[in-house]
Structures are given as C-alpha cells and as structure tokens.
C-alpha cells in the first residue's frame, strides 16, 4: 500500500515555508500563531480550523510513522509542502518534533524556539493536555467520531509517544530539557531565535525583519481558556453524536430484551 501522502496534489505557486516553531505545545505557541497572523504569514497550529482535519492529521500520522519508526520511506521536502499545503509558518504539535528535517530541507526557513521553565509547563501540561488525551468520554467516543476527533486524538498521542513514550512523569521533563538543549545546539545561529513567555513582539520581529505592530502582543490560551474551549468543543461533539447514540441505545436495548427473551 502507498503512503497516503503520495496521493496528495502539489500546490502551483506555493508560498515557501519560512517559519518552524520548534517549542512543544504550552509554551506560548497559541499567542505566537496570532502574532505570526498579525505580521502577515499563514501559520498552521493544532487550534487552527482547518476544513478537512481528518486528511492532515492522518497525514501528520503517517509523516511520525515514516519518520520516527520507521514503518515506510521518510518524508521529503516534497512531501512536506504538500502536508502542509497553504501554510507557510508551521507550530505546535506535531511539527515541532520534526525540526530537524525542516531546518535540512529548507535552507532559508527560520526556526523559533518557545520556551519557559520547566516546571512551569509541566503543571501546563497536567492541567490541559494530560487530562484531555486521559478523557474517559473522548476515549470512548473517539471510535464513533472518525472524521476530527479520532485521528486528532491518535496525532496527539502518537506525538507524544514519540516525545516521551506517553510518560508524563519525570520523563516528560527530561526531554523537554533535551528537547530545548537539542534544538539550541542544533540550529544554525543565524537562523535562530529563542522567545520564551512574555518577550513580546520586539525580539521577534527584530528576527523576522519586520516592524512592530502598534497592537498589543497577543496572549492567549492559558489554562483556563483551553479547558473552557475543549469543554466547548466537547459539548459540540457531544450534541452532534446524540441522535446516533440515541439509536445505537435503542438497538442494544433491543437486542438484550431478545435475548432474554430466548
């Protein structure tokens, strides 16, 4: 069976990527995503809403397998641009573990690393991401829902089987160091910039060539704004599915009174 990303069009007149942002998820990169939108780019983050969720994350999926274990030939920079498609400044999740491919395969891309304390973004991590993949309901509901929540799900755990084999213990901090450490050492200077919580827009666009915007440095997301908007999204899904659920009760409740009934 082929990849699926050799089935995927090429774009014609394709913006080149410009942007990598190598900092893991709950250090700034939802603010950052605004920031970027605001000094003109087209940046794709795990909050942007994107039309067809299912063909991207599913891709993202098989660029993890291919790249990290393994199961199929690596993506190249081809490859790459059609995942991606309009998108020309890639965050968050999943593409921050692929850093190193961005930074061999596209000379010119600029790579940002956000970043805070640690202890600091694990206490993030245990009071958004953790809870939401631990859902007893969305783990459930995942295998009626194939269109967003089930491949979205499967990403983001597979993201962070490849981060931290889903350790989210002391685990998850030592490779949020190695990570930081890794990306540092590993970037050619010119062609990085390190923005942690709060820095603002100055450093960044001193780094990106651009002006300051007489606006106010987007901050956004923070602990309880994720958690209203995953409720939010929860309820949607939840009212979506309930005529389904509805009948596949009256169905079980049917076969079990027929089966008494025996």
């Given at each position: 069976?082929?990849?699926?990303?050799?089935?995927?069009?090429f774009?014609?007149?394709?913006?080149?990527?410009?942007?990598?942002?190598?900092g893991?998820?709950?250090?700034?990169?939802?603010?950052?995503?605004?920031?970027?939108?605001?000094?003109?780019?087209?940046p794709?983050?795990?909050?942007?809403?994107?039309d067809?969720?299912?063909?991207?994350?599913?891709?993202?999926?098989?660029a993890?397998d291919?790249?990290?274990r393994?199961n199929?030939r690596?993506?190249?920079?081809?490859?790459f641009?059609?995942?991606?498609?309009?998108?020309?400044a890639?965050?968050?999740?999943?593409?921050?573990?692929f850093?190193?491919?961005?930074?061999?395969?596209?000379?010119?891309?600029?790579?940002?690393?956000?970043?805070?304390?640690?202890?600091?973004?694990?206490?993030?991590?245990?009071?958004?991401?953790?809870p939401?993949?631990?859902?007893?309901?969305?783990?459930?509901?995942?295998?009626?829902?194939?269109?967003?929540l089930?491949?979205?799900?499967?990403?983001?755990?597979?993201?962070?089987?490849?981060?931290?084999?889903?350790?989210?213990g002391?685990?998850?901090?030592?490779?949020?160091?190695?990570?930081?450490?890794?990306?540092?050492?590993?970037?050619?200077?010119?062609?990085?910039?390190?923005l942690?919580?709060?820095?603002?827009?100055?450093?960044?666009?001193v780094f990106?060539?651009?002006?300051?915007?007489?606006?106010?440095y987007?901050?956004?997301?923070?602990?309880?704004e994720?958690?209203?908007?995953?409720n939010e999204a929860?309820?949607?899904?939840?009212?979506?599915?309930?005529?389904w659920?509805?009948?596949?009760?009256?169905?079980?409740?049917a076969?079990?009174w027929?089966?008494?009934?025996?």
């Amino acid at each position: 069976m082929g990849r699926l990303i050799d089935q995927e069009p090429f774009i014609q007149d394709q913006e080149p990527l410009k942007i990598v942002v190598a900092g893991l998820s709950r250090t700034g990169t939802a603010s950052l995503y605004l920031a970027l939108q605001e000094l003109g780019y087209t940046p794709w983050h795990m909050c942007e809403p994107i039309d067809d969720p299912r063909r991207m994350y599913n891709q993202w999926m098989e660029a993890m397998d291919c790249g990290f274990r393994g199961n199929g030939r690596a993506y190249d920079r081809a490859d790459f641009d059609r995942l991606r498609g309009k998108y020309d400044a890639l965050l968050d999740i999943p593409a921050c573990l692929f850093w190193e491919d961005f930074h061999q395969l596209y000379p010119d891309v600029k790579i940002i690393l956000t970043t805070r304390s640690v202890d600091s973004w694990f206490r993030s991590i245990h009071s958004t991401i953790v809870p939401w993949l631990e859902k007893t309901s969305l783990n459930v509901l995942q295998f009626v829902e194939p269109r967003r929540l089930r491949p979205e799900m499967r990403m983001v755990k597979t993201a962070y089987q490849v981060f931290c084999n889903n350790d989210y213990g002391t685990r998850a901090k030592e490779r949020f160091l190695e990570h930081n450490a890794r990306v540092r050492k590993g970037v050619d200077p010119h062609r990085f910039l390190e923005l942690r919580l709060g820095d603002g827009w100055e450093p960044l666009c001193v780094f990106l060539g651009v002006p300051v915007p007489s606006v106010p440095y987007p901050q956004i997301n923070n602990t309880n704004e994720f958690n209203r908007r995953a409720n939010e999204a929860d309820a949607a899904l939840l009212a979506e599915l309930r005529p389904w659920l509805a009948g596949m009760i009256v169905v079980l409740a049917a076969g079990l009174w027929i089966w008494a009934r025996k």
